[in-house]
């Protein structure tokens, strides 16, 4: 079964944790379209959506589904998004898609966050996906450079690219991330930085992954 194919299993199973009349979270990214796409299937379901990103504002909206402001919505009770990378205890890579900062927003702002996958996601060790770090255009070089030192990665900025915030990403290779929760708090005090692309100190809750079988975790 191709891996697209997974990532639809995983995003339709993510329905079943839907409850009539709820604002859901809605992240971004390919395995998100999907569970974007099954929503639409249930017009009138849900109350509404917050987004994470304009790229999903614009799908739920194709399919009628009103995206409302995090500001009016309060707490959710669901979030529902994609990874770059899964560990054992559910901490995660993100920012592959650019939207980490309104992603991590909305988990924050979450009391469930549910994580779709495909199995090629899982990994024993966080790192071997660059780890996206959104900053402020004027603090690329600075942030760069402190990022070295502090864990001897190496920063490349992701040319051409503007965040919905406006701005930059630098994705950090040759990373082993043994203790994720202190390179997330270390990373988040560099002057510049906006949002560190690790889901650590708040976690997914529950993570389906799409495989040949799906697997909720
Ligand atoms: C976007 C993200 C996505 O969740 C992540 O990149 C996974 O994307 P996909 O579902 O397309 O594999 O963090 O910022």
């Given at each position: 079964?191709?891996?697209?194919?997974?990532?639809?299993?995983?995003a339709e199973?993510?329905?079943?944790?839907?409850?009539?009349?709820?604002?859901?979270g809605?992240?971004?990214?390919?395995?998100?379209?999907?569970?974007?796409d099954?929503?639409?299937r249930?017009?009138?379901?849900?109350?509404?959506?917050?987004s994470s990103?304009e790229q999903?504002?614009?799908?739920?909206?194709?399919?009628?589904?009103?995206?409302?402001?995090?500001?009016?919505?309060?707490?959710l009770?669901?979030y529902?998004?994609?990874a770059?990378?899964?560990?054992?205890?559910?901490?995660?890579?993100?920012?592959?898609?650019?939207?980490?900062?309104?992603?991590k927003?909305?988990?924050?702002?979450?009391r469930?966050?549910?994580?779709?996958i495909d199995?090629?996601?899982?990994?024993?060790?966080?790192?071997?996906?660059?780890l996206p770090?959104e900053?402020?255009?004027?603090?690329?070089?600075l942030v760069?450079?402190?990022?070295?030192?502090?864990?001897g990665?190496?920063?490349v900025?992701?040319?051409?690219?503007?965040?919905?915030?406006?701005?930059?990403?630098?994705?950090?290779?040759?990373?082993?991330?043994?203790d994720p929760v202190?390179m997330?708090?270390?990373?988040?005090q560099i002057?510049?930085?906006?949002?560190?692309?690790?889901?650590?100190?708040?976690?997914?809750?529950?993570?389906?992954?799409?495989?040949?079988?799906?697997?909720?975790l």
């Amino acid at each position: 079964m191709p891996q697209n194919e997974h990532k639809r299993l995983a995003a339709e199973k993510a329905m079943d944790y839907l409850e009539d009349g709820m604002i859901v979270g809605v992240g971004t990214g390919s395995t998100v379209a999907w569970f974007i796409d099954a929503l639409g299937r249930e017009p009138g379901r849900i109350k509404g959506a917050v987004s994470s990103s304009e790229q999903s504002t614009q799908r739920l909206k194709s399919h009628g589904i009103e995206v409302l402001d995090l500001n009016y919505a309060g707490t959710l009770s669901l979030y529902v998004d994609g990874a770059d990378e899964c560990d054992p205890h559910k901490r995660l890579i993100k920012g592959g898609g650019a939207a980490l900062t309104r992603e991590k927003i909305i988990a924050q702002a979450s009391r469930q966050f549910v994580c779709i996958i495909d199995a090629s996601k899982q990994v024993p060790v966080l790192g071997k996906f660059p780890l996206p770090v959104e900053v402020i255009p004027m603090a690329r070089s600075l942030v760069a450079r402190e990022i070295l030192t502090l864990t001897g990665g190496q920063p490349v900025w992701r040319d051409g690219v503007t965040t919905d915030n406006g701005n930059l990403i630098l994705d950090v290779h040759n990373l082993t991330i043994t203790d994720p929760v202190a390179m997330e708090t270390a990373l988040n005090q560099i002057p510049g930085v906006v949002t560190v692309g690790l889901f650590a100190r708040r976690p997914a809750d529950v993570v389906i992954v799409g495989g040949d079988t799906i697997q909720v975790l």
